[in-house]
């Protein structure tokens, strides 16, 4: 297969209430990302578009080709992802087989979603149709629950007791609310104290107010485009897919024997890490799912950057902040730059793409010299997509 | 890329009221499709599923996961797509493609949709979130709105009084009737004529009640593989990929200049003939869009099989059917078979499959010596895709 990179970001301002459209939205973050990479509307020649909730939220589907013909991309393919969480990410990685088998040069991927219209209550019973609707659901498996009856388990298991552990997860929540402020893009400016964490409202014991990522309005996409198509553009900064990485699970009832860890997060990640011949030692930024502080825990252990048990710890003692062993969110993650259902993975391959660049150093969140990252999303109880990438071919 | 098959097939019976979930509906053509390939849950490395109103029916997203872990292929890349009517087809195509280029060697494609609990205005209004939702919709333009301004500018265009353009969307749906009177998996079985066309209730002029396909509830998939792995498996008859196509439309006000006429189509089979070095003259057998008898004469002419403003004279010769220039629909179509939106686009291929196999003798719908056969979905607006399909590599 041929060599693939991304050439071109756009990222919306993640926000409440948006006044624009999922169609706008996407349209506005196409533009940006077309100008980046220098290319025009007529160049794309197909988009694939993660969205979970437009018809829910503003009554329309099929934004993928909306947006496309509103741009001016006319008459492309274009295709609507969902896997609830990781919708974008899976579409960026099924863009990559597209332009790698040979068939298209240059194509867009991300998504976008318009999420906060919702009151908290619809939007959290809403969301929970992307776990098991028939028996889980129904017996209050809505996501708060979930992680935080894998909190219970993490804890149980690791033999943490749950007052330390929550100061664990205390210290994920604030590192991202530290570089939430740093990121213009991102939904909150607005630092954190453990303390804070602690006392904010329990939303499903252990899990409180700032153990949760927000619902967010925005969207994130990339160009994608063939090694020929690179120096055609003379793209100066490409950054290179290296490894990709997608599996699923069933409902959670069917994953007992693995909880708390997430099994689909391991093989993903064992594909992403074969097809690219690195190691997690080999990471050097990464984004990953954090949509609670303790998924950011599991996530850290499930990419193979520490030991079961111990990325609660890590946090604590900067390990995944700025100069540890493996910086992880600095974007302010889903927790502080928002979480815009099926724009996610388009955000994290556009902070990985910039941070690869080195373009960060003027945001003051540049992880020096850094050549290979990696992105992780989870959707719902069952889709765990992740790929890595590298400024080097 | 490297040549690709459908070597197994399932298709459940299309019906009112499933008391099956989209995860069961869906689990079980799986089973079906794995026993005629003869291969294991264990076998297949990805599911590519087609699936639309889910989470509006029954409050079910990721229907790709929670089923492939249901039938014992866990933890396997499983994606959802969505392009309204035209899901299951992009969701095929899509699959097509990851085994083309060597990443996979067998995965499961298709789709699923319950789409009969809702009342019929719920279901139109539901449906319309397909077309534009801020403008169109709510101009009134539903589907059978849309068709019937196309059936309007199609008579205009062509100077086919609209008497006369009704009696030959009557032939339409009076030969899909006829043949899905053969088909076991149909909705409907029953015989109409020309004057119960005519004489049905108004939907929205021209389009009456039996110039409408249904809402249905139902699943079709297809196991897809290489050549590699048709041979290992000893597969007695593939049917071989030669042709795919994919493109889309904005709103349809942006569609001015190219309607009655839908340029979507006309690209996207561009693509497929000309990826596979053939031409309408080559097609045997055809299954194509009918959700109103007015979309089957335009798609006919789209597609190349007559030119423009003469399809619909070419069903009332019976140039459509049995034996006639391009048999089209012998399956009842749409409208007699029924659509289950996320599902059609695995109908058809199921259908085209078994025409190309030789396996509708039983039936009585066989088509004598088929080789090559097409299948064509519309989606919503805004996506087309089509595909050819031979009997010889």
Redesign the interface.
């Known amino acids: ?1 041929r060599n693939v990179a991304v050439i071109g970001c756009g990222h919306s301002k993640f926000c409440f209430n948006s006044p624009l ?1 999922s ?1 706008e939205l996407m349209s506005e973050v196409a533009f940006d990302a077309m100008n980046e990479a220098g290319i025009k509307p007529k160049d794309i020649q ?1 988009t694939y578009i993660g ?2 909730l ?3 939220e ?5 934004v ?3 947006f ?3 741009i001016g991309a ?11 969480c990781a919708s974008g990410s ?1 579409a960026i990685r ?1 863009a990559y ?2 332009v ?4 298209y040069d240059i194509v867009l991927a991300g998504g976008v979603e318009r999420a906060t219209a919702f009151s908290s209550a619809l939007g959290t019973r ?1 969301f ?3 776990g ?3 028996y889980e ?1 129904p017996s209050g498996f809505t996501f708060p629950s979930v992680f935080a009856l894998l909190a219970h388990l993490y804890s149980d298991k690791y033999g943490i007791p749950l007052p330390q552990l929550k100061e664990q997860m205390a210290a994920v929540s604030v590192q991202a609310h530290k570089w939430g402020m740093k990121n213009p893009k991102a939904q909150f400016h607005k630092e954190i104290s453990s303390e804070d964490v602690l006392k904010s409202f329990m939303v499903a014991s252990p899990i409180q107010l700032h153990d949760a990522c927000p619902f967010t309005d925005g969207a994130a996409c990339v160009i994608i485009a063939s090694e020929d198509a690179v120096k055609k553009l003379g793209i100066k900064k490409p950054v290179w897919f290296k490894g990709i990485g ?6 959670l009832s ?1 994953q007992y024997k693995f909880l708390p860890r997430l ?2 997060r391991e ?1 993903a990640s064992q594909q992403s890490y074969s097809m690219s011949g690195l190691t997690p030692k080999d990471i050097d930024v990464c984004e990953l799912h954090d949509c609670f502080s303790i998924a950011s825990i599991i996530a850290a252990e499930g990419l193979g950057f520490f030991d079961y048990g111990t990325a609660g710890e890590a946090w604590v003692k900067g390990d995944c902040d700025m100069g540890g062993k493996i910086p992880i969110n600095l974007s302010g993650g889903l927790k502080s730059k928002g979480h815009p259902i099926g724009a996610t993975g388009g955000s994290q391959c556009v902070e990985i793409t910039r941070q690869l660049r080195g373009e960060m150093v003027s945001e003051d969140r540049q992880v020096a010299g850094a050549k290979i990252g990696m992105m992780d999303t989870l ?5 765990l997509v992740n790929m890595i990438f590298s400024n080097e071919k």
């Open positions: 297969m459209t169609v197909a969205n979970v437009g018809d829910f503003e009554g329309q589907g099929m993928q080709s909306f496309a013909n509103d006319f008459n492309v393919a274009s295709s609507r992802f969902e896997g609830a899976m099924d087989m597209w790698a088998s040979g068939y809403t929970a149709m992307f098991d609707g028939h659901f997608q599996a699923s699970s069933g409902k069917s099994r689909a093989l959707g719902g109880d069952g889709v």
